[in-house]
Nanobody
């Protein structure tokens, strides 16, 4: 499966952005899809993931502010980001896996397929 992420931009703190991840070349409904982010000089970190059955997991740092959703008819996963903070500034990547088990969903190493990053910059 190929993934294409988009929707990043430059926003002021407290504003919102919605990222999209469009998949092609696979049966999208069979994949667990996650969002990860990486700030300059930092490790890649988990943001959110959504399973085949639409269950979701969020990093504590984004819980209550970000919402992940999927539309299998459009082969798309969304990340709605509200009340953005400067510390949310990073390159955001979507990723997909068919083989990860639940305990691996927050581990970027469990994801075999990656889109290119989309940059999010939040200024105060």
């Amino acid at each position: 499966v190929q993934l294409q992420a988009s929707g990043g931009g430059l926003v002021q703190a407290a504003e919102s952005l919605t990222l999209s991840c469009v998949a092609s070349g696979g049966t999208f409904s069979r994949y667990v899809v996650g969002w990860f982010r990486q700030a300059p000089g930092k490790e890649r970190e988990f943001v959110a993931t959504i399973s085949r059955s639409f269950s979701t997991i969020y990093a504590d740092s984004v819980k209550g502010r970000f919402t992940i959703s999927r539309d299998n008819a459009k082969n798309t996963v969304y990340l709605q980001m509200n009340r953005l903070k400067p510390e949310d500034t990073a390159a955001y990547y979507c990723a997909a896996t068919q083989t990860a088990i639940y305990s691996e969903y927050t581990n970027h190493r469990a994801y075999a397929y990656w889109g290119q990053g989309t940059e999010v910059t939040v200024f105060s």
